[in-house]
């Protein structure tokens, strides 16, 4: 098993930046990949962005330029920079380990509970 806690969500206006981490515990030697997904409402949860274990990264194209994947090993912590954010990045961000190397956009086996971030126009 995979612990995963996020935080750093917030309530920020359009065009400011926002940097969440994930931090895991457990069974982390498993992980291939970990990644972030988003999940706004009254939509389906999205790919946003994922880091493997080479440190390849990946993004959803809207994401692309905008947003920034990174890790830090050393405290198995996974992190998504999210600069001139829009309201319609407003959405509940959910960090996720994946185990089977392949896609990074899915098939993810452990996930946090999510961090809200609110982005006010």
């Known amino acids: 098993q995979v612990q995963l806690v996020e935080s750093g969500g917030g309530l920020v206006q359009a065009g400011d930046s926002l940097t969440l981490s994930c931090v895991a515990s457990?069974?982390?030697?498993?992980?291939?990949?970990r990644g972030w997904f988003r999940q706004a409402p009254g939509k389906e949860r999205e790919f946003v962005a994922a880091i493997n274990r080479a440190g390849n990264t990946y993004y959803a194209d809207p994401m692309k330029g905008r947003f920034t994947i990174s890790r830090d090993n050393g405290d198995n912590t996974v992190y998504l920079r999210m600069n001139s954010l829009k309201p319609e990045d407003t959405a509940v961000y959910y960090c996720a380990d994946k185990k089977a190397w392949g896609n990074m956009a899915i098939g993810y086996d452990y996930w946090g509970q999510g961090t809200q971030v609110t982005v006010s126009p």
């Open positions: 457990g069974r982390t030697f498993s992980t291939w990949a």
